[in-house]
């Protein structure tokens, strides 16, 4: 499927539910460029969440002088096993502060918790490619990640990243015996195997498969494509493997001596599926009687119509129209409002930000009346 970076939402089109969506590509300052809009046919939009740090509670405790602890997304944003291990290391730590006999924090965990958050690093180009007999891995994984499970399950101890690290960029220089452990286990489906042992000009590419819902049986003709989704040519299904661990396929296919090792995966879907209506729909204004807060039941265009009026507060939007009182504390609308200020052209910089809830606890009259501490 095309996959496209750079790009947001408009908007997402259809009445009682939606019908498609229209993407554009945005500059270095999230601003849609004109022109480049594409309206897709589609029936369900998967939002993307843990984008949006949840540390309000963790900073005015901190302000508050509380001994507060905190991992995830109430600590800082990054990939999963980052909020994992982070809390792991804070599960130590608040252990520490109960009293508990507990030894320092490893120094190696501490460096591992800071690999964890890194950012993607350097692209580096493929390895392995002048080899042409007996069977071995083709690591499709070229740029720098925090991800090494491929070097832990070889059972030959064949794959190691580049460094010894666990940002380096995984390799293949030892003795393969043609498990497919590694091809299982890579959560990016980034490795195939290549078998030259029954045939030099027909080999056999051992791909990862996850897609239940359209099943590859022995026989059948795949569209073989490489890394970029080029394609390169067609092969035949020789095997079938499901993995009932992990319910991960391995799908066998015979191909050309000249593609083996440039093959990344399969195309199970047709073109016409994937591409875009001849007219995009390009309206990114949502309507008035769309919800803006739906804990407070705020529509748009009550909060359109004060913003048209010289509002630029989220705070008195909050006190006019109780968009932001509700019990998700504004997690919501609050970045609804602020896309509804740009689309009626305020700055965001002119934008004054929502105050956050300060830490407080009930103290009862009995103890100001008693006169105690």
């Not at 030894?103 to 180009?125: C, N």
């Amino acid at each position: 499927m095309p996959i496209y970076t750079s790009h947001s939402i408009l908007s997402a089109n259809g009445e009682e539910e939606v019908s498609s969506i229209t993407i554009t590509e945005i500059d270095a300052k999230f601003e849609p460029v004109k022109g480049t809009e594409q309206t897709f046919e589609c029936d369900t939009i998967l939002i993307a969440v843990g984008l949006d740090r949840l540390d309000e509670f963790t900073r005015e405790a901190e302000i508050a002088g509380i001994n507060v602890f905190a991992a995830g997304d109430a600590h800082e944003i990054a990939e999963a096993s980052s909020a994992m291990f982070n809390g792991k290391i804070a599960g130590i730590e608040i252990c520490k502060a109960m009293g508990a006999e507990i030894g320092e924090i490893p120094t190696d965990w501490v460096e591992k918790a800071k690999v964890l958050k890194s950012h993607p690093g350097a692209m580096k180009p493929y390895t392995n490619f002048e080899k042409n007999e007996g069977v071995f891995p083709i690591i499709h994984c070229l740029q720098e990640i925090p991800c090494n499970p491929c070097t832990t399950v070889c059972p030959t101890n064949s794959i190691h990243t580049e460094d010894g690290g666990l940002m380096g960029v995984p390799i293949y220089d030892g003795s393969c015996i043609g498990c497919g452990k590694c091809v299982l286990i890579c959560p990016g489906l980034a490795i195939t195997l290549v078998d030259y042992r029954k045939n030099q000009d027909n080999p056999i590419v051992t791909m990862p498969y996850e897609v239940g819902n359209y099943p590859v049986k022995e026989g059948d003709k795949l569209q073989l494509m490489d890394i970029d989704g080029v394609f390169l040519e067609e092969g035949t299904v020789t095997q079938v493997l499901t993995n009932k661990a992990n319910r991960t396929q391995l799908v066998r296919a015979s191909v050309s001596s000249a593609n083996v090792r440039k093959v990344a995966s399969f195309k199970i879907q047709d073109d016409a599926v994937s591409a875009p209506i001849t007219k995009p729909i390009i309206d990114p204004r949502q309507p008035d009687e769309a919800m803006i807060c739906l804990c407070e039941r705020v529509t748009v265009g009550e909060v359109r119509t004060l913003i048209k009026q010289g509002i630029t507060d989220l705070n008195q939007i909050k006190a006019i129209t109780r968009a932001g009182m509700g019990p998700c504390g504004a997690k919501t609308c609050d970045t609804m409002v602020k896309q509804v200020l740009r689309q009626e052209g305020v700055p965001v910089e002119s934008v004054v930000p929502n105050t956050k809830r300060p830490v407080f606890i009930e103290v009862p009259l009995e103890f100001f009346a008693d006169g105690k501490e």
